[in-house]
Nanobody
């Protein structure tokens, strides 16, 4: 069983920054690719960013390129999403996601495991 726990969401003004964290626990957590997705009210859940278990593969949604940075700290079994220059349209519940393979993220699709989500609200 794999468990994901997010933290770091909150309320921030436009132009501000937040860093989300996701701790993965369970079976061989260091061998998982990890991604972030978000869901705004009334909209479908969408891909934000993903990082391979070896950290050699990183991809971003066009809407966050140049503003968000995904990273991992394998010794802590933790992935991060550094979000800078936040905009009101970034307001959403952000979900951490993990999968044993990279392939699903290369298609901007979610993997097998989800966290509970953390709210990010950007005021104008």
């Amino acid at each position: 069983q794999v468990q994901l726990v997010e933290s770091g969401g909150g309320l921030v003004q436009a132009g501000g920054s937040l860093r989300l964290s996701c701790v993965i626990s369970g079976r061989t957590p260091s061998n998982y690719a990890m991604g972030w997705f978000r869901q705004a009210p009334g909209k479908e859940r969408e891909f934000v960013a993903a990082i391979g278990w070896g950290e050699s593969s990183i991809i971003y949604a066009d809407s966050v390129k140049g503003r968000f940075t995904i990273s991992k700290e394998p010794r802590k079994n933790t992935a991060y999403l550094q979000m800078n220059s936040l905009k009101p349209e970034d307001t959403a519940v952000y979900y951490c996601n993990a999968d044993p393979t990279w392939g699903t993220y290369s298609r901007n699709r979610p993997g097998a495991y989800w966290g509970q989500g953390t709210q990010v609200t950007v005021s104008s």
